[in-house]
């Protein structure tokens, strides 16, 4: 378990330190993260547990579930799309997760009041800088370095709630598949990508539309349904790939900023309907802002953690992260198709405590975030923490004060954990929320 330190400021306290810059005699609170400083402000939330995960990349991990998915992905791209017998796409698997605002929001087309940017949901190491909340954030710079067709793998990061199924670092893949219309309509030669009306080599003369839902105001419907056609393919063959070619799936539209139509497949898995991708076509804003303005591109994200707890039956999403042999040996030296079912090495008990504190007079049960919370618990009781979930509101009638009470369910995966163990780390959690809060414990 990790021990943190939290005084008056729990970030303060453990990722900040002070620094003195020669040119301004003032101090300035600064992050470090793997030697480089980083300016904090009114946006840093990044915890030391988050930075801990840093570097950790699960999905280059020899025997991890993740790296045996992310291989099986590769390679289906590789032998699909081949010219001249050489690959077509390229990988990108080891780019900093430390972006830009710019990089994850604007030069994705994300609107400024988006909800996908606020504090709560990210982690910002300040304004300017966060841990990428999708893969999608190398997508623009990718594009200006000229490539067209590449994937981008690697861990994101989201504040987000705690159980089974989320932890606050996934992993994803990314893709961008571009085509110019030699390409797309190689054997088609009298259509055309885009629009009479639209110039592209003057892609910014008018405004391009996407309230068509079919397709983008620049782009012929031709070209939008062929692009379609070969996605939707292309990724209903790579889930066959990867499950079988019986699986059952379905297709839902979507909207993501960034693409336009945008569509989500989802794929039938124990009795219920799984969300395993997005896609769609890229806005040319992006496309022509990047650099290739005579191309129709399309794009998609998938969650690696989610496809490998289905094809390996794997429970709980913290597993990715075990070191013990007992796990780790199950994905050892495995032939990276053969049909593996994870056999959990034991069930450890859980432990289930309940938290009920009253607020603050300047704060209510409903300005009271729940992601800071969830992140404190997190930090505080780091892996044992299984969920976390808010069990309880209320006001008092005659005092109006607010309440809240969450329940804890603590659970280690390789061991028992103690009942006194468990009230141990329940009691700092108390004190860390008190310290943090200055909440009134019931
Ligand atoms: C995105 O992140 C988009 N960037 C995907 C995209 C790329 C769309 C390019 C269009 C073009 P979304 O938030 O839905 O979208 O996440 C994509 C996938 O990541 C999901 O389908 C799911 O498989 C996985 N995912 C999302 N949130 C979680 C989570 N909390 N835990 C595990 N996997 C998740
Ligand atoms: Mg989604």
Redesign the pocket.
């Known amino acids: 378990m990790t021990k943190i330190l939290f005084k008056t400021n729990r970030i303060l306290s453990a990722v900040l330190t002070k620094c003195k810059y020669s040119t301004a005699a003032k101090s300035v609170a600064t992050v470090q993260i793997n030697g480089k400083e980083f300016i904090s402000d009114d946006y840093t939330n990044v915890t030391p547990k988050i930075l801990s995960y840093l570097g950790r990349n699960l999905h280059l991990e020899k025997n991890n579930p993740l790296s045996l998915v992310r291989q099986r992905i590769v390679n289906y791209f590789y032998s699909s799309f081949t010219q001249r017998g050489n690959p077509l796409f390229s990988v990108y698997d080891n780019l900093s997760p430390i972006v830009t605002v710019k990089q994850n929001f604007d030069d994705?087309l994300i609107p400024l009041d988006h909800p996908?940017r606020v504090k709560s949901d990210c982690y910002y190491i300040n304004r300017d800088t966060l841990l990428r909340?999708?893969?999608?954030a190398h997508?623009s710079e990718l594009l200006k370095a000229g490539l067209d067709n590449f994937l981008m793998i690697g861990d994101?990061y989201?504040r987000?709630?705690i159980d089974s199924?989320?932890?606050?670092v996934?992993?994803?893949v990314?893709?961008?598949r571009s085509q110019r219309k030699d390409e797309l309509f190689h054997d088609k030669p009298d259509l055309e990508i885009f629009e009479p009306t639209f110039d592209p080599n003057n892609p910014f003369a008018f405004p391009n539309s996407i309230d068509d839902p079919m397709k983008q105001s620049c782009h012929t419907l031709e070209a939008t349904k062929l692009m379609e056609a070969q996605l939707k393919n292309h990724l209903i063959g790579l889930v066959k790939c990867l499950f079988g070619k019986n699986i059952k799936h379905r297709w839902v539209e979507?909207y993501?900023p960034?693409?336009h139509p945008?569509w989500?497949?989802e794929i039938y898995y124990e009795n219920d309907w799984?969300?395993?991708?997005?896609?769609?076509i890229?806005r040319n804003e992006i496309l022509a802002s990047a650099g290739p303005n005579n191309s129709i591109a399309?794009?998609?994200?998938?969650?690696?953690?989610?496809?490998a707890m289905a094809l390996y039956k794997i429970p709980d999403?913290r597993l990715m992260w075990s070191t013990d042999s007992g796990f780790r040996s199950q994905f050892e030296n495995v032939d990276l198709n053969a049909k593996i079912k994870y056999k959990p090495v034991s069930s450890y008990p859980q432990c289930k405590n309940d938290m009920s504190f009253w607020l603050p007079p300047n704060l209510t049960i409903d300005t009271f975030m729940n992601n800071d919370f969830y992140d404190l618990v997190r930090d505080i009781g780091g892996d044992i923490i299984e969920q976390v979930k808010l069990k309880d509101k209320f006001v008092h009638p005659k005092s109006k004060k607010h309440s809240l009470c969450y329940s804890i369910v603590y659970r280690h995966l390789e061991r028992t954990l103690t009942q006194g163990e468990v009230n141990q780390v329940h009691k700092e959690i108390e004190k860390a929320v008190v310290d943090n809060y200055n909440v009134v414990i019931r």
């Open positions: 994705l996908s909340g999708h893969m999608t997508q994101v989201r987000d709630e199924t989320h932890f606050p996934f992993h994803q990314d893709a961008v979507a993501f960034f693409t945008s989500e497949l799984l969300e395993v991708l997005g896609c769609g890229v399309y794009a998609f994200g998938l969650g690696l953690e989610r496809l999403i």
